[in-house]
């Protein structure tokens, strides 16, 4: 029983354990430049669908790869994995000086796809003059 113990509290002591306590200000801060890429609720919902053609603002991770959009998890894009409807959202119009990963809240218009991307049931137009909020920049070069 000692044993056990001394066991447990070694592996408290190097974090392989923990409680269900909330951490005290002993605890450690993740590393500068690094935050969780954490998932989002969905981004593309039938509520926000109800709203075509009217002004949406829609938080996200930036993504400029063939075609920018936001997407609800960063980890998708780093492991290369399929995105389903529901997680992401085409930026069309004004290019965004934005990084990669970037999480940002961004405001345009809603509207439907048109060519080329007339398969997409929705996409946020942005302006030069569209509203765009840093929540946190990306550590990702």
């Avoid at 909330?22 to 109800?50: D, N, Y």
Wanted: net charge positive; proline share 9%; charged share 20%.
């Amino acid at each position: 029983m000692n044993r056990n113990l001394h066991l447990l509290c070694a592996l408290s002591a190097v974090g392989l354990f923990s409680t269900a306590q909330t951490p005290g200000p002993e605890a450690v801060p993740p590393p500068v430049g690094v935050h969780p890429m954490k998932a989002l609720a969905k981004i593309r919902t039938p509520e926000l669908l109800q709203h075509l053609n009217k002004k949406a603002t829609i938080e996200g991770y930036f993504y400029d790869g063939s075609i920018p959009m936001l997407v609800d998890d960063f980890e998708k894009i780093r492991i290369n994995s399929l995105l389903t409807p529901d997680s992401y959202i085409p930026l069309v119009g004004h290019k965004l000086k934005l990084k990669w990963g970037d999480h940002v809240k961004v405001t345009g218009r809603l509207e439907s796809g048109k060519p080329p991307l007339e398969h997409e049931q929705a996409v946020l137009r942005v302006k030069a003059s569209s509203k765009v909020e840093m929540i946190q920049a990306s550590a990702v070069n």
